[in-house]
């Protein structure tokens, strides 16, 4: 491209080649560390047999107490890892079972279409704690299979928003302009190119504000582990408040954990989704 003046040389600028955001280092850099942070967290955090405060607060004294409330926070924070643990897990397992289901939901084979959207719908209207109870149930009466149940949640978590995700994906991938569908045919693409080049690229910026709000919900929904003996946030604040008999302090402590994790994990979504701005190929 040139530009030219009254009283100077045409101006030759440098092309510079447009980038998709899977392509961009400002876009990798961060999805990379913060994968690289996930796996060392998961890697790091072990589950804790109880948690037991050696401070008590005063007798007879129902005011809040500071001093007890902060003594807390470092048994507070080992529940928060083990939700965090098991949110980040069992997502994992969404964002991919969601899209095989999304896809299986699309096809035109009816013997493929019916029975994904049947286990989708059927899934999504029945509640996190009645799946979490029939997958205990179930490993329980099945020998040689045997979860703990920190995986029993993660594996709940993963079946139970795949079906939030894949209906995203779904919605994502219809958004998807039909011409682009027609041209990628025209130039003869085959099933992984078309996909992986043209309707992927275009479809994701479009899904990931679902995808950010059903992260942020499953850390919100973990705490339902605790029905199967998974001792995180939720199991702090009962043990603190069976053991001392104060509910306040340990239950706004939980509460506190939870806007630490949920909070930046927003922002953190938002921010992705600026730099992933909507492209068309």
Avoid at 215 to 224: E, I, Q, S, T, W
């Amino acid at each position: 491209m040139t530009q030219t003046t009254a009283h100077s040389e045409p101006v030759v600028e440098e092309f510079r080649p447009h980038r998709r955001w899977f392509q961009r280092p400002d876009v990798l850099t961060p999805l990379i560390l913060t994968s690289v942070g996930f796996a060392l967290l998961i890697g790091a955090v072990s589950v804790p047999a109880n948690y037991r405060t050696e401070m008590d607060a005063p007798p007879g004294d129902v005011s809040f107490d500071w001093m007890f409330f902060f003594h807390m926070v470092p048994l507070m924070v080992q529940g928060v890892l083990v939700l965090a643990k098991a949110t980040v897990l069992g997502f994992t397992v969404a964002i991919v079972l969601g899209f095989a289901m999304a896809l299986g939901r699309r096809t035109k084979l009816r013997w493929v279409s019916w029975p994904s959207a049947l286990v989708i719908e059927f899934i999504r209207s029945t509640p996190l704690l009645v799946q979490l109870f029939f997958w205990q149930a179930l490993f329980r009466s099945v020998e040689g299979i045997s979860l703990t149940p920190v995986e029993i949640l993660t594996l709940g978590l993963g079946i139970h928003y795949a079906t939030y995700c894949s209906e995203a994906y779904r919605a994502g991938i219809n958004s998807v302009d039909k011409g682009q569908w027609e041209a990628a045919t025209a130039l003869n693409l085959g099933p992984v190119t078309k996909w992986t080049r043209v309707i992927i690229p275009q479809a994701v910026p479009n899904v990931l504000p679902a995808l950010g709000n059903y992260l942020v919900a499953a850390f919100k929904d973990a705490p339902l582990g605790v029905a199967v003996n998974v001792h995180g946030l939720l199991f702090f604040a009962d043990q603190v408040r069976a053991e001392t008999f104060r509910a306040t302090e340990p239950y706004l402590l939980a509460g506190v954990g939870f806007l630490l994790v949920s909070l930046p994990a927003a922002w953190l979504v938002r921010q992705l989704e600026k730099r992933i701005s909507y492209e068309r190929v």
